[in-house]
């Protein structure tokens, strides 16, 4: 998470007005329900990588911690994978 994300995710925890972390602005006390979609729309709006999809988290979850050196058993077991395969195949 980079100096730009944590520095929103401040904020908004200083503006919350509810216990989700994706509280929807429709219906107060009820979450999101369409992640994908509100991802789609942030991608687009950041002028990322257009073809950046909503699974390609997870690969990032898996590759980031493996990347700065942090063990992939410690990784597999943040992501609760049954197999260290699995969690090697994510953090490729």
């Keep these: 998470m980079n100096l730009a994300v944590q520095n929103l ?5 200083k503006r919350k007005n ?3 972390v994706f ?7 009820e979450r ?8 789609k729309k942030a991608v687009h709006l950041a002028k990322l ?8 988290r997870r690969h990032t979850f898996a590759t980031r911690p493996v990347d700065g050196g942090a063990n992939i058993v410690a990784v597999q077991h943040l992501r ?8 090697a195949r994510y953090a490729h």
């Design 18 to 20: 509810s216990e989700l």
């Design 32 to 39: 999101i329900l369409n992640l994908k979609a509100g991802f």
């Design 49 to 56: 990588e257009p073809n950046l999809r909503f699974h390609d």
């Design 9 to 13: 995710q401040r904020e908004l925890q």
């Design 80 to 87: 609760g994978h049954a197999k260290i395969s699995m969690a």
């Design 23 to 29: 509280p929807s602005n429709r219906k107060p006390g």
